[in-house]
């Protein structure tokens, strides 16, 4: 979550790829091990505009908010919170 925050709007997935931003993960069995350790959250979402997916950051500035809840709500893998951005996953 650390890398979305930092972006500062809503960027393609190439854009995320080609920055070296994106964790693979190609089977379950890794997505579980990953998962042990650092909390993955799932957003989804459309593009609002044809060049750009969030001509005015309202999508970003919501999910940035809800990653600041979920971060303070939810506990570490050791039950100690909050989670620290470097451990949250999108």
């Known amino acids: 979550a650390k890398n979305f925050v930092e972006m500062g709007s ?10 070296g931003k994106l964790v693979v993960l ?3 069995a890794k997505v579980h091990d990953f998962a042990l350790q650092n909390f993955i959250v ?10 750009k997916p969030d001509i ?5 500035r919501s999910m ?14 050791i039950g100690e919170g909050p989670t620290p951005l470097e ?4």
Request: net charge positive; charged share 25%; glycine share 6%.
């Open 64 to 77: 940035k908010r809800a990653i600041g809840r979920l971060q303070h709500r939810v506990k570490t893998h």
């Open 42 to 51: 799932f957003i989804s979402h459309q593009w609002l505009g044809w060049g």
């Open 10 to 19: 809503l960027q393609s997935y190439e854009y995320a790829r080609d920055a």
């Open 87 to 90: 451990r949250m996953y999108l």
């Open 56 to 60: 005015e950051l309202m999508h970003y």
């Open 26 to 28: 190609d089977t379950m």
